[in-house]
T-cell receptor
Framework: DTEVTQTPKHLVMGMTNKKSLKCEQH?????MYWYKQKAKKPPELMFV???????INESVPSRFSPECPNSSLLNLHLHALQPEDSALYLC?????????????FGDGTRLSIL | AQKVTQAQTEISVVEKEDVTLDCVYE???????LFWYKQPPSGELVFLIR??????QNEISGRYSWNFQKSTSSFNFTITASQVVDSAVYFC???????????FGKGTSLLVTP
């Protein structure tokens, strides 16, 4: 079982819907990440939070809005998504932000936009 | 420029065969970190190993072994006596100080058949 828990595992939504993805870890990690992964492609970094503050935003469209309410929880709020946003969204955490830090990933949320 | 090259897109082997997954990387930094991740069909990326640039010692973990050669900028992964459960996509990744993201290769899809 993964130590990074993501919910829901699957999500189907229309382009006008608002939904949220949730990620939780209880390893005491202080860096958390959101990735987007299209089929047969490697993960692409979206956001990095370090000590609950947004550290990196990889020029992600504003229809994706991250939130880190506390050190264990990371959300990704979705609004007015496009069909091309259909993908696997992966959350990861590491003890801290840094090039030497192995990231631990959740199972992901498979998102389909109708 | 692509920092991590996994030239093998797909590999198919029969159970109990040995298989080597190639990874070639590119960086100008003298300090950097290399990672291997496994992604089974369930979606989760499983961290397998981290190696820093100053440690060229090969590593063995059960049926898994890694060969790091700075002279050829390679960090190859060998599975001995492969099993069906080894079927997955394997990603090699590089982290250095020129950026802040994990640079993933495109992945190698390994299929182990009975």
């Amino acid at each position: 079982d993964t130590e990074v828990t993501q919910t829901p595992k699957h999500l189907v939504m229309g382009m006008t819907n608002k939904k949220s993805l949730k990620c939780e870890q209880h390893m005491g990690h202080r860096a958390m990440y959101w990735y987007k992964q299209k089929a047969k492609k490697p993960p692409e970094l979206m956001f990095v939070y370090s000590y609950e503050k947004l550290s990196i935003n990889e020029s992600v469209p504003s229809r994706f809005s991250p939130e880190c309410p506390n050190s264990s929880l990371l959300n990704l709020h979705l609004h007015a998504l496009q069909p091309e946003d259909s993908a696997l969204y992966l959350c990861a955490s590491s003890p801290r932000e840094g090039v030497d830090q192995p990231q631990h990933f959740g199972d992901g949320t498979r998102l389909s936009i109708l | 420029a692509q920092k991590v090259t996994q030239a093998q897109t797909e590999i198919s082997v029969v159970e109990k065969e040995d298989v080597t997954l190639d990874c070639v990387y590119e960086t100008r930094d003298t300090t950097y970190y290399l990672f291997w991740y496994k992604q089974p069909p369930s979606g989760e990326l499983v961290f397998l190993i981290r190696r820093n640039s100053f440690d060229e010692q090969n590593e063995i973990s059960g049926r898994y072994s890694w060969n790091f050669q700075k002279s050829t900028s390679s960090f190859n992964f060998t599975i001995t006596a492969s099993q069906v459960v080894d079927s997955a996509v394997y990603f090699c990744a590089l982290s250095d100080y020129s950026g802040y993201a994990l640079n993933f290769g495109k992945g190698t899809s390994l299929l182990v058949t009975p």
